[in-house]
């Protein structure tokens, strides 16, 4: 609900309901900017809504007929919705009824859309998860899907987190900010750890866990099969994460290494050879993790997964090709010289 539209009690004052008793609730239900708080609540003054940035708008601004006794009814209305959900709540301790009280709130609406809100609260939860729902997660799972990440290295995922990626250490525009799962990056835009956002939506009491971060390419060329094998490029694990704390960056891991069971590697693609594939998967842990065993140059992920108790809650993915970066990268990380295929593949073992 915006500010951008006149709001006021008119000359009779305001009971405070439910929604203003902040003895008891979160202040981070509440509209932090004075201003703009009043003007929902006391009308729009002669300054116009502060809403607006632009002085010459602010002053033109004029509010739609009736939209302040409009607005005065349906919120008396829905407050008194609030106060019986409220009750109901405290009787069933039902998570998902606190979520419903507070939905029509024009204050934790406002809040939200100016993405000033704490995902500490199961309403702001709610409110994420529909608009993760509503395209991210969609646009994450027709990529895993369409670049066969799902069923190529886990048999199917049943999304429950939102992971987001990026590279801090970028300045090119292109390649600053979160990457759009599918994207095809080159060697140097990815020669640093990623860092990792994991935000989890469940409203239950879960609020703290342990978390297993695996980063693979299931396209490492298998010459002696004709094939392609999966390698293990980055591993996590026993990271804490909540609501609110929820960054896998490289600072943190400076700080706790004992995070990290296989150091990063960036993916390296071969002169010829096809797009490479780096899929991120992020585990919800049901114990903490000691003494793994695996095979970082053939990395069996549903093995591994199962072996350590592990439920996947979400992927990533993003691809990459030989570019003139691929060489520097290499030596960097002190791998060996990249190879040149033949760009016809043949039915008989290159070695």
Request: charge should be positive; include cysteine.
């Amino acid at each position: 609900m915006s500010l951008r539209i006149s709001r006021s009690f008119a000359s009779k004052a305001r009971t405070l309901g439910v929604w203003s008793e902040f003895q008891k609730r979160s202040p981070a239900l509440k509209i932090d900017n004075d201003k703009f708080r009043s003007d929902l609540f006391n009308g729009i003054s002669a300054e116009g809504p502060h809403s607006y940035h632009v002085e010459t708008h602010r002053k033109s601004y004029h509010s739609p007929e009736l939209i302040d006794p409009t607005f005065k009814q349906a919120y008396e209305l829905l407050e008194k919705e609030a106060e019986r959900i409220y009750k109901k709540a405290e009787t069933t301790g039902d998570n998902e009824l606190l979520v419903k009280a507070e939905l029509e709130n024009p204050e934790v609406l406002h809040n939200f859309e100016t993405g000033k809100y704490d995902l500490s609260l199961p309403v702001y939860r709610h409110l994420a998860e529909e608009k993760w729902r509503s395209y991210d997660l969609m646009l994450t799972m027709q990529r895993l899907e369409t670049l066969h990440v799902i069923p190529d290295t886990m048999p199917t995922l049943d999304p429950k987190a939102d992971v987001k990626v990026k590279f801090g250490h970028n300045t090119r525009s292109e390649f600053v900010g979160d990457i759009e799962p599918g994207t095809v990056l080159p060697a140097f835009a990815v020669s640093v750890p990623p860092t990792i956002k994991v935000q989890e939506f469940d409203t239950s009491d879960y609020d703290l866990g342990l978390y297993t971060a695996v980063l693979i390419n299931p396209d490492t060329p298998d010459l002696k099969r004709n094939s392609f094998k999966t390698s293990l490029n980055y591993g996590l694990h026993n990271v804490p994460l909540t609501y609110t704390d929820n960054l896998i960056s490289p600072a943190k891991l400076l700080s706790n290494p004992e995070y990290i069971f296989h150091q990063y590697t960036p993916l390296v693609p071969e002169k010829n050879a096809q797009k490479q594939r780096a899929c991120l998967w992020v585990f919800r842990q049901s114990k903490k993790l000691d003494n793994l065993s695996f095979n970082p140059d053939k990395f069996d992920i549903r093995k591994f997964a199962a072996d350590n108790g592990l439920t996947a809650v979400g992927a990533h993915v993003w691809r990459q090709v030989f570019d003139r970066s691929v060489n520097e990268t290499r030596e960097r990380f002190g791998l060996p010289k990249g190879r040149v295929f033949r760009r016809v593949r043949g039915n008989k073992p290159l070695v």
